[in-house]
């Protein structure tokens, strides 16, 4: 069977509730961080694209054509810290742990007409690392579908603006066959999270426990629980 999975980070502190309208430049889990969020520069929703698509990344790293031992498959930009812009780690850590240069041994550095909207201490950095060409992801991932490293690609351009969106990647050749129109839901409004204005303190265990019921309900196995 086939279930529908969603990137979840349970991981990360909550806000507080005074302090819910602040964005925060650590949202995600280092190997999943898309480049601006590395780059403290303004983000959007691309940012999930990015995540999804490292997720995707591992999900064909999965296939025996690829990756044939399972002790060799690892996340795809598993990043040692994301220093110097981050505040993480120092001057000695080595620069091929470092999260960028990672990315951009897979990604190849970015075109300059890709970081014109970078500023400051982001700017200089672009501009100070050394070039690197772009990495097959078919020679990666031999086994994957080409249509599925097309979705890939499309998912993990440096470039926020050039990034597929959420419709972009449902109307992508590869998803067309599993793709079920009939049950997709658009949400008009935005989701409310009141809990988390009225509880003083919220802990993992709470927001998995909630997180599972919501999939219940969605799948009309169950009503959410009140508590």
Not at 31 to 46: C, F, G, H, N, V
Not at 49 to 72: N, R, T
Not at 82 to 91: D, F, I, K, R, V
């Amino acid at each position: 069977s086939c279930y529908p999975l969603s990137g979840v980070d349970v991981g990360r502190p909550l806000p507080q509730p005074r302090l819910r309208r602040q964005l925060t430049k650590h949202v995600v889990t280092r190997w999943y961080r898309a480049p601006e969020l590395i780059l403290l520069q303004p983000y959007t929703s691309a940012v999930d694209i990015w995540s999804l698509g490292c997720i995707f990344a591992e999900l064909l790293s999965m296939q025996e054509e690829s990756v044939p031992a399972f002790e060799d498959r690892r996340p795809l930009f598993p990043g040692g810290s994301c220093y110097p812009l981050s505040g993480e780690g120092g001057a000695g850590n080595d620069e091929r742990l470092d999260q960028l240069s990672v990315i951009f041994d897979v990604i190849g550095t970015p075109r300059p007409e890709d970081t014109v909207g970078a500023a400051g201490s982001a700017k200089e950095f672009l501009d100070s690392i050394r070039p690197n060409p772009v990495c097959r992801l078919e020679e990666m991932y031999p086994g994957a579908d080409p249509d599925a490293v097309s979705l890939l690609k499309s998912m993990l351009q440096f470039n926020p603006a050039r990034r597929c969106t959420v419709d972009e990647a449902l109307e992508h050749r590869f998803l067309q066959k599993v793709r079920r129109r009939a049950v997709e839901r658009n949400i008009e409004d935005p989701i409310e999270m009141d809990f988390l204005e009225t509880v003083e303190k919220i802990d993992t265990l709470e927001i998995k426990r909630r997180a599972y019921n919501e999939v219940l309900w969605y799948q009309g196995r169950g009503p959410l629980r009140a508590t």
